[in-house]
């Protein structure tokens, strides 16, 4: 079957697109729903879920209680679910998986952003360490209880492979079929690789809106890096008397619609090229197909360098970043040295995995701890540690 070509079972989707007709399925077999497909199913699960409306409150770069208008985990879902989206139908591919995966990449995101994410992985050394893209796929498929005949969400086959974008060795001997292509050093799905990378896309786009908002970097440092300056140049000189808020604005959305468009044009040209006939040659590829040019990758870089050093390490981020870790460290110590601590129902959860050890103790401590939002965190701290607050 000659890539491009439409796909025996939707005929608007690219023969190397996934369909919901030839799902890989479900771990716990499910009768078809009615009048949704496989993958809206799986959507609608993830929006449901409790962890992904605890989204709402979870930090993306600033503290939630920082501002009102700053993005947070939630906010941040819902944008590159809408940038995927539009990559999938753009390339023929299926936008519902494409969406549902992006609403639940972050699902397994600490509080506090990639600061409490490296504190209780520091934690969990001893104990198999915490990354937030295992936990995402470990919230779907155990934590999760919503159902009567199973465990978390049972999502299908296809949109796990995409929350799980990379896993070490280790941890994917033990994920069975999930983890077999990084064994092996096969690709995932196009809708896999195009949600990774619209991922990669709203981050860097809203964390520089984000960052001038909040005064933490300014347009004048920004100018010299690439992908912001032809824009901000564009935009004054085809709009002189702009408010300044207006032409952040204008400059980001451009910013995003160029990374589109180099995404798009460029990953057609590689699909052209390799002519994959289904979605198994897809995975068969030694390399993603869905992918940026050489010119937009260094230009990411560029501005990913960028807002290392003068944002994410600037000095206000870090005293957040330093507070965060202190906060998990505390807990993470406190509970998992007193299961009394924990409330009933996460000390159930830490007394059934302590049958299997330590390492089970302490993961269930930090199933409880990565599943709080940020304010949740700061008040269990509270409660924990401050002796005027005696319940």
């Known amino acids: 079957m000659a890539a491009g070509s439409p796909n025996p079972c939707d005929a608007r989707l ?8 030839r799902s890989r399925g479900r771990r716990h077999p499910e009768p078809s729903p009615n009048y949704r497909g496989e993958f809206q199913r799986d959507r609608d699960r993830i929006i449901h879920s409790a962890a992904f409306r605890r989204l709402e409150y979870k930090t993306q770069v600033f503290v939630n209680h920082e501002g009102d208008l700053f993005r947070t985990r939630l906010t941040h879902s819902i944008e590159v679910a809408q940038i995927a989206r539009s990559i999938a139908r753009a390339m023929g591919l299926n936008e519902d998986l494409s969406e549902a995966i992006a609403l639940a990449h972050d699902l397994g995101h600490t509080p506090f952003g990639h600061a409490g994410q490296d504190a209780l992985n520091a934690c969990m050394q001893d104990y198999g360490g915490f990354e937030h893209n295992l936990q995402s796929l470990r919230v779907v498929d155990e934590l999760e209880e919503r159902y009567a005949g199973f465990r978390g969400l049972n999502l299908t086959f296809e949109a796990r492979e995409g929350i799980l974008k990379h896993c070490s060795q280790p941890n994917a001997r033990g ?12 690709q995932p799905s196009l809708e896999a690789q195009l949600t990774n990378l619209a991922d990669e896309i709203a981050y860097n786009s809203h964390d520089v809106d984000d960052g001038l908002r909040a005064g933490l970097i300014d347009i004048e440092q920004l100018a010299d890096i ?10 004054c000189r085809q709009h002189p008397q702009l408010p300044e808020r207006r032409v952040i604005h204008e400059v980001v959305r451009r910013i995003i619609n160029a990374q589109v468009v180099d995404l798009i044009e460029t990953s057609q040209a590689r699909l052209a090229e390799a002519r994959p006939a289904d979605i198994d040659a897809v995975r068969a590829e030694e390399q993603p197909l869905i992918t940026f040019s050489e010119a937009m990758r260094s230009q990411n870089l560029e501005l990913k360098r960028f807002l290392r050093e003068h944002l994410y390490r600037h000095y206000r981020v870090h005293r957040m970043s330093a507070k965060a870790r202190r906060v998990i460290r505390a807990l993470f110590e406190a509970f998992h040295e007193d ?9 159930g959860h830490a007394q059934r995995l302590g049958e299997q050890g330590e390492a089970g103790r302490a993961r269930a401590v930090a199933d409880y701890i ?7 965190a700061i008040a269990e701290y509270e409660r924990v540690f401050n002796p005027k607050e005696l319940t």
């Open 14 to 21: 690219a023969a190397y697109a996934a369909c919901d007709a």
């Open 175 to 186: 994920l069975g079929e999930i983890g077999e292509r990084f064994l092996n050093g096969r």
């Open 226 to 235: 690439a992908l912001f300056g032809k824009p901000y140049a564009e935009v």
């Open 339 to 347: 299961l009394r601590l924990l409330p009933d129902e996460a000390r």
């Open 370 to 376: 990565a599943g709080m939002t940020d304010r949740y």
